[in-house]
């Protein structure tokens, strides 16, 4: 595994990391935990699969969390609040009124210790102490990246609390299989998922389900995806989606396909979790985080993200590529 100087932050390195299996190069930096590229060798062409911004203050400044973990809570939570065993816990407001990503400094924004295994195989950990944007409890948490030898990025996920608490990791890259240089038009995608957890204008889901069969957000069959949503009345004044699918199945299994007739690469998405929210800010890449649903510390309805004193949160995703 190869490592080198990134920058330096109040006097803190950071420092970038490459992973490889001869087929594929992931680069990850210990600020975020953070994943930086993703290139994947197709029929002797390199592609870069993954958006990133060019340097660390860019990453510092930047709100589109690229290829960051998102933590301690990933996605949305209504009034900035929720209650666990009958106290109310005020967090992080960063989005209006709501919490966003983990709040005003989540796990995206902060210096991860990093662990090589292997030249394949790097584990990062990070120590979110009592009271880290309002959440409850010491809770350490590690990631661990690897490329396997099928040619997947895997992402890896545990965490551990000396109180109950609550907990939804994920990763936010931005994937483009026709190659970061070009835009996502005419990808096609396919999401395994017969429900999406229904939104107003603040992007809260209140415990619904919706669905998919007649509406834009109907991928169950791969879908070309197209980046002028101006023809869609429900996603014409965001310009993009945002949506959160309900997976179908249970445990490890293929959730999502991404393919490009361009380059003829072709990204299948596993996971355990239960939901797999995209996202597009631009028209370069589409984020396929798999969690658990927004708001759900909220919603009885949804799976739950209490994390209990001493239990182990786990979890893995893997971005699998045919070549």
Avoid at 230 to 246: Q, T, Y
Wanted: glycine share 10%.
């Amino acid at each position: 595994m190869k490592n080198s100087f990134y920058g330096n932050i109040n006097g803190k390195e950071v420092k970038k990391h490459t992973l490889t299996n001869g087929k594929m190069e992931a680069d990850i930096i210990t600020y975020g935990a953070t994943l930086t590229a993703l290139r994947v060798n197709k029929d002797k062409k390199v592609i870069n699969t993954v958006l990133g911004y060019d340097s660390l203050e860019d990453y510092q400044n930047g709100t589109a969390y690229y290829g960051a973990i998102i933590g301690r809570f990933g996605n949305r939570i209504q009034n900035a609040s929720f209650v666990l065993n009958g106290k109310e816990y005020k967090v992080g407001a960063n989005e209006g009124k709501n919490s966003l990503h983990g709040g005003f400094k989540g796990f995206d924004k902060q210096i991860w210790s990093a662990k090589p295994i292997s030249d394949n195989c790097l584990e990062l950990s990070y120590l979110s102490v009592d009271g880290e944007e309002g959440f409850p409890g010491n809770l350490n948490v590690t990631v661990t990246y690897s490329i396997t030898d099928d040619n997947a990025l895997s992402i890896e996920y545990s965490a551990v609390s000396d109180a109950d608490t609550v907990i939804n990791l994920t990763n936010h890259a931005y994937f483009n299989t026709n190659g970061i240089e070009d835009t996502v038009e005419g990808l096609k995608l396919q999401i395994l998922a017969d429900k999406i957890t229904p939104v107003g204008k603040d992007l809260i889901p209140h415990g619904d389900f919706r669905e998919v069969l007649g509406t834009r957000f109907d991928f169950r069959t791969p879908r070309e995806f197209i980046c002028d949503l101006s023809a869609e009345p429900i996603l014409k004044d965001r310009g993009c989606f945002d949506e959160n699918f309900v997976l179908n199945g249970s445990g490890e299994r293929l959730v999502a396909t991404l393919f490009s007739e361009k380059t003829g690469l072709n990204m299948e998405v596993y996971t355990d979790q239960a939901g797999l929210q995209i996202y597009t800010d631009n028209k370069y890449g589409i984020a396929l985080e798999t969690q658990n649903f927004p708001n759900a510390v909220n919603c009885s309805e949804y799976p739950s993200a209490i994390l209990r004193k001493g239990e182990e949160y786990h979890t893995v995703t893997k971005y699998k590529f045919k070549l």
